[in-house]
């Protein structure tokens, strides 16, 4: 039975984590002994509460007179990334490897280790995240009560990445008023300085506009058939970020007409280039007129 209960200030709280597993270690408690939850998770789990007799509930256990754990650097950077997963067992699984090192010296060397397998499976899914972010998001212009033109878009993340992702829209956009809703939190870039606020709802980001029907009529022209392969698409492209991208609307109208449009061309007779292009002549040809 856990005799100690954390509450954590949020669900991607690295900072209240690591302090609270820094002391649990030098305490000497046992990851079976440790229940971990989030402020928000606590308050809808109906098990959190009241915490069993004897446990605590922050404040932490003082130190057993034991030495500040050390870790390898690559487990810090490892943790930053595995707390942004969605499941619950993140926690958990980050103090058992903290105390697992601490006390196995060989585990840092062992790369088929299950927990280690485990944090690396669930640190790849949130990269994994964070790229199609990067890909997916699509901008819609709105006027703030200020009157300024501010770009708009929302995501559907499966993972806790929103605020951690920020950065890379920064970087990217820093001369644009932008903001980002997902139903986790939401990020807004003002053009100086960066805002995190709560998660809102897809009805939250603004409606198409006429910049979204001439992008759609650009894709349309571009598309070519000859180069569609469906599997590859899906794969890097998956069906369910298809209701938030705007050119996915035409995917299966294009899909279809694809096979029947790559015969098209391949049946076309060949055109002659509009002006004669003059034959390459070797250096060593020219050098010797």
């Known amino acids: 039975m856990a005799r100690h209960t954390i ?37 809808q789990d109906l098990f959190a509460s009241p915490a069993p007799p004897g446990s605590s509930v922050d404040p932490l256990p003082s130190p057993a007179g034991g030495a500040a754990p050390r870790v390898p650097e ?28 601490v006390r196995e010296r060989g585990l840092r060397h062992d790369p088929l280790d299950a927990d ?18 990067h890909a997916f998001v699509r901008f819609r212009p709105m006027t703030d009560t200020e009157g300024h033109t501010v770009q708009v878009a929302w995501f559907e993340p499966d993972h806790l990445i929103t605020e ?9 956009f820093t001369q644009m008023r ?23 709802q897809r009805s939250d980001a603004p409606p198409p506009d006429a910049g979204e029907a001439l992008w759609l009529t650009y894709y349309r022209h571009i598309f070519n058939p000859a180069r569609l392969k469906t599997d590859m698409m899906r794969k890097e492209m998956p069906q369910r970020y298809w209701h938030n991208l705007p050119e996915a609307s035409l995917i299966t109208e294009l899909a279809r007409g694809a096979h029947e449009r790559s015969a098209r061309m391949v049946q076309a007779e060949a055109t002659a280039p ?5 034959p390459l002549i070797p250096s060593h040809a020219r050098a010797s007129r």
């Open 74 to 101: 690559d487990f810090l950077r490892l943790c930053e990334r595995l707390v942004l997963h969605r499941n619950p067992v993140r926690f958990a699984l980050m103090y058992r490897l903290l105390w697992r090192l």
């Open 7 to 43: 509450t954590l200030a949020h669900a991607t709280d690295w900072p209240g984590f690591r302090r609270a597993a820094r002391a649990l270690v030098q305490a000497g408690v046992p990851p079976q002994e440790v229940q971990w939850f989030t402020a928000q998770g606590a308050a």
């Open 274 to 278: 509009r002006k004669a292009i003059a």
């Open 164 to 172: 951690a992702n920020a950065g890379f829209f920064v970087r990217r």
């Open 178 to 200: 932008w903001a980002i809703l997902t139903p986790d939190a939401s990020v807004r870039w003002d053009g100086t300085a960066l805002h995190t606020g709560p998660g809102g």
């Open 116 to 133: 280690r397998l485990q944090a690396h499976h669930m640190v790849r899914a949130v990269a994994r995240d964070m790229h199609k972010m």
